[in-house]
């Protein structure tokens, strides 16, 4: 099965940037990457999981939260079997947990919902003060 292993997370201050990696190892992993939705998720405490962007590379498509568009950016490089998360203008609110997902349906891409992705990495933490 198919590990993935998140990385980038840190402390910044408002404004900041930070670029967050997820690379997968092991078996099936170039399926993820190449047939299946993956994405970057986020669990502030005592709030529900959030998918904050998400891309369809069958579909070439990309989907974001609104409180991150215009500043977040998810790429992925198909030959490193890694997914990246480039933050800019982080806020105090994007303070929260980053969790790397893969696996989704190409149907559900567009709902950014974490029960459609089967598998989740560890997490890295991303702390913006003010």
């Known amino acids: 099965q198919v590990q993935l292993v998140e990385s980038g997370g840190g402390s910044v201050q408002a404004g900041g940037s930070l670029r967050l990696s997820c690379v997968a190892f092991g078996y099936s992993s170039e399926y993820y990457f190449t047939k299946s939705c993956m994405g970057w998720f986020r669990q502030a405490p005592g709030k529900e999981r959030e998918g904050v962007a998400v891309i369809d590379s069958g579909a070439a498509s990309i989907y974001y939260t609104d409180s991150v568009k215009g500043r977040f950016t998810i790429s992925q490089d198909n030959a490193k079997n890694t997914l990246y998360l480039e933050m800019n203008s982080l806020k105090p609110e994007d303070t929260a947990m980053y969790y790397c997902?893969?696996?989704?349906?190409?149907?559900?891409?567009?709902?950014?919902?974490?029960?459609?992705?089967?598998?989740w990495g560890q997490g890295t933490q991303v702390t913006v003060s003010s």
């Open positions: 997902a893969a696996g989704a349906p190409a149907w559900a891409c567009g709902l950014r919902l974490a029960g459609y992705y089967p598998r």
